[in-house]
Nanobody, 122 residues
Framework: QVRLVESGGGLVQPGGSLRLSCAASGSIFSVNFMAWYRQAPGEQRDLVATITGGGSTNYTGSVKGRFTISRDNVNNTVYLQMNSLKPEDTAVYYC????????????????WGQGTQVTVSS
């Protein structure tokens, strides 16, 4: 069994910063692709940022230049540094990971965290 546990959400004023963390634990052989998604009330869950096992990153347009995704491969942890936060960044943020549970596994298994609330408001 694999668990993803997020932390770091909260209430911040516009222009402020937050750093989210997501740690994967359990019977893990390797963690490949990791990502952050977010879901605002009444909206669909949208992709925010991705990072490969080799460290290549991609961002959705609205967060480019403000958010930075990074990872610690030793501790199977992914981070999302969020700067210059705007009210429209308010959402529940979820991490997602593609995990191989054993060496021979060809297609990774996908796991989600429970979500952490980020509220940007004055």
């Amino acid at each position: 069994q694999v668990r993803l546990v997020e932390s770091g959400g909260g209430l911040v004023q516009p222009g402020g910063s937050l750093r989210l963390s997501c740690a994967a634990s359990g019977s893990i052989f390797s963690v490949n692709f990791m990502a952050w998604y977010r879901q605002a009330p009444g909206e669909q869950r949208d992709l925010v940022a991705t990072i490969t096992g080799g460290g290549s990153t991609n961002y959705t347009g609205s967060v480019k230049g403000r958010f930075t995704i990074s990872r610690d491969n030793v501790n199977n942890t992914v981070y999302l540094q969020m700067n210059s936060l705007k009210p429209e960044d308010t959402a529940v943020y979820y991490c997602n990971a593609a995990v191989k549970l054993r060496p021979g596994q060809v297609v990774p298994s996908m796991y989600w965290g429970q979500g952490t609330q980020v509220t940007v408001s004055s």
